[in-house]
């Protein structure tokens, strides 16, 4: 059968509220060319743009809001990230580096953000 439509992440898929998304004050860019390629919708950043590793739990900054394969995507030197609360996203819906596998390891990159004012929660 002939696949017509496919259908891709969606930002309400992990972003469940953000203060005054008008405002702006929740949001930064970071330049594109400091994403990894690989990184998808709701990927968890360092302040360097990397994905969060293990290693890296420290310097838990972002989550990217963008999808790095929407052509018009293509197009842009820099992408927007949610840098600071308040805010709510859906914890099983987020991304992590590889080696960030095991819940104990998710809950230390989440007190991170946290401390942020974005707060990390289960949806059923």
Known sequence: MTIVATDRARLSNWLKHVYDPSSGYCFETLAKSSVP???VQGSVLTTAGALVTVATTANTAYILMED????ATALKTTVL??????????????TFGADVDTDVEKDAVLAVLAGKGILADKQF
Do not use: C, H, I, M
């Not at 990230?81 to 987020?94: I, N, S, T, W, Y």
């Open 37 to 39: 390629a690989n990184a």
């Open 68 to 71: 790095l394969n929407d052509p």
């Open 81 to 94: 990230v949610l840098a600071r609360g308040p805010a709510k996203v859906a914890r099983q819906a987020l």
